[in-house]
């Protein structure tokens, strides 16, 4: 049994919570102090291999100062002849199991990122962390115990979350369906699985991506209408809690939802969508989902503590560096510009910056761009006293789209502006169009219920003055430039479930089986408007036993 694990189950509280969740205590200076002993032990394993000594350009620092001078910021690209074949003698430690994320279109399916037992360790505390805030409302207090039922709805591994699950308490917690039998079911088979056993066992634990957490609210409200008791006598407590919430939502004079059914400790998510789903999934739920950021490459890099406003840093797993907005638009104009960086000790309130990393305890990548802009939103959390800069997910770098020079929107801005118009949609895409005025093109699926009337001029000005009321720069590209950039196409009914079955006919990975909403290509458009085009497949299946890699 693990340490954490342990713990807990001796009902030492405290002692887990200052094992997982101390790191909030630190102050600023101690979290540097960390930072930079964890980085000078990673360079001298990264001076002991071949990836490290490629990749720092033969550079010999001795400081944390000459590191950030001597070594350059590096991209996927620097990695892909070690991570893409998995050749674990010439990384730093040698992987415990490796992860991937989806690649790049063209090139490679997917980014091969190894996971050392070291880092399993810290990942292992940091679960509990987040667990214990998502449950909390004090310090030091543990809300969750032993047998508590949690349902397993994470990608598979080895993408990230799917991954991590490894690292998860499983000797602790009732996972539905248990671990071993959900790893060899398809996502959609064990999610429903662990829905019947939680409407059986009862359900106290939830992680999932948030849109996974809206997508399953929404069906649960579609699907439990009209129960048929003499079906459920013999299952006591399936029949009490869908009675229950039955009656609650019948009291309400709405659908069933699953806080109708079930009364969650902790629910936890990740995702860029978080905070524009973030309303509609407490409602769904009964509860704020406690926003967690992290990746393939950075694993945990921050989370939102008990009060769920902004989210603190991880002083243990990266070295983090910070490019300044402006720095990063220049180096993205010219790919041989160097940008500068800050750490976070520098950082300003109200200012966005791309975040660099270095992994710790062996990990592979140095001074990697992960491409994420990030916004510091305090430089502390005065209400709970943590002492350290409070961080919120602003964008992917490479989704945003310029206007007219005027402004830069992002995915998750288009994202909530389209929430906030009140339509019901299946799915969207947005690019920007060259046509005689920059174009900003909604590729919107309408939902056929609710939707009968509203034609594509109806939904462009909904969005367009959502847009406007969202983003100041936006809304002077009218009033400044007379511009209205926004242009609606409405796809026929069920055009991204047309695009998904032909990616899956053509054997495309989980990751490459949706459009992206930022910038489709031109295929991909053909493809949801005509159900023609040439389809972006560049990643098949792969066998499990090779994909997971050894333990």
């Not at 000078?40 to 071949?50: A, G, M, V």
């Not at 770098?397 to 310029?402: E, Y």
């Not at 409405?490 to 899956?504: K, S, T």
Request: glycine fraction near 6%; charged fraction near 25%; include cysteine.
């Amino acid at each position: 049994m693990d340490k954490e694990a342990e713990l807990l189950t001796q009902g030492k509280d405290e002692e887990l919570w200052q094992r997982c969740c101390g790191f909030i205590d630190l102050s600023l200076n101690d979290f540097m102090t960390i930072q930079r002993r964890l980085l000078l032990e990673q360079i001298e394993l990264l001076e002991k291999c071949k990836l490290g000594r490629s990749v720092m350009r033969g550079a010999n620092p001795r400081t944390v100062d000459e590191f950030r001078e001597q070594v350059p910021l590096t991209t996927y690209a620097d990695y892909e002849p070690f991570l893409l074949t998995k050749n674990e003698r010439l990384l730093p430690r040698k992987p415990l199991f490796w992860q991937h994320t989806s690649g790049r279109s063209g090139e490679y399916p997917f980014k091969w990122v190894p996971v050392t037992a070291r880092q399993f360790e810290e990942i292992r505390a940091l679960l509990f962390a987040c667990l214990t805030f998502s449950c909390c409302k004090r310090r030091s207090e543990i809300a969750y115990k032993r047998r508590d039922k949690f349902l397993y709805a994470l990608a598979p591994s080895p993408y990230t979350t799917g991954a991590l699950i490894r690292a998860a308490p499983n000797e602790v917690f009732d996972f539905l369906p248990p671990v071993k039998v959900a790893e060899g079911m398809p996502f959609e088979d064990r999610v429903q699985l662990g829905f019947k056993l939680a409407l059986s066992e009862g359900l106290d634990l939830f992680f999932a991506l948030s849109s996974v957490l809206v997508a399953i609210g929404e069906r649960f409200s579609q699907k439990n209408e009209g129960i048929d008791i003499k079906l459920l006598l013999d299952k006591p407590g399936t029949l009490f809690r869908l009675l229950k919430g039955s009656i609650k939502s019948k009291l309400a004079r709405r659908p069933m939802l699953p806080k109708d059914i079930w009364t969650l400790k902790g629910l936890i998510s990740t995702g860029s969508d978080g905070s524009v789903f973030r309303e509609k999934i407490k409602e769904m739920w009964g509860r704020y989902p406690l926003d967690v950021y992290g990746g393939t490459e950075g694993i945990i890099m921050a989370t939102q503590t008990w009060d769920y406003q902004g989210m603190t840093f991880i002083p243990h797993l990266n070295f983090l560096e910070f490019i300044p907005e402006e720095e990063s638009l220049k180096s993205r104009s010219d790919p041989y510009y160097q940008p500068s960086t800050l750490l976070l000790d520098e950082v300003k309130p109200g200012e966005r910056y791309e975040l660099v990393v270095t992994n710790y305890h062996g990990g592979a990548l140095v001074r990697y761009k992960l491409g994420d802009m990030i916004k510091i939103t305090s430089l502390r959390n005065e209400q709970l006293n943590i002492d350290i800069p409070q961080m919120i997910f602003y964008a992917r770098v490479d989704d945003m789209i310029d206007i007219a020079g005027f402004t830069r929107l992002t995915e998750k801005v288009i994202w909530q502006a389209i929430e906030n118009t009140g339509l019901t949609y299946e799915e969207w895409t947005v690019r920007k169009e060259a046509k005689e005025k920059p174009t900003l093109h909604l590729y919107l699926e309408l939902k056929e219920n609710g939707n009968k009337y509203v034609t594509a001029e109806h939904a462009a000005k909904a969005v367009h003055h959502e847009l406007k009321r969202l983003d100041q720069p936006y809304s002077e590209l009218e009033s400044f430039l007379g511009l209205q950039p926004l242009v609606v196409t409405l796809l026929p009914q069920n055009a991204f479930q047309g695009y998904m079955l032909r990616q899956q006919a053509a054997g495309a990975d989980l990751a490459h089986l949706k459009p992206p909403h930022i910038n489709p290509s031109d295929g991909m458009i053909d493809c949801l408007i005509n159900g023609t085009g040439d389809m972006p497949v560049t990643s098949k299946k792969e066998p499990q036993l090779e994909a997971v890699g050894k333990k």
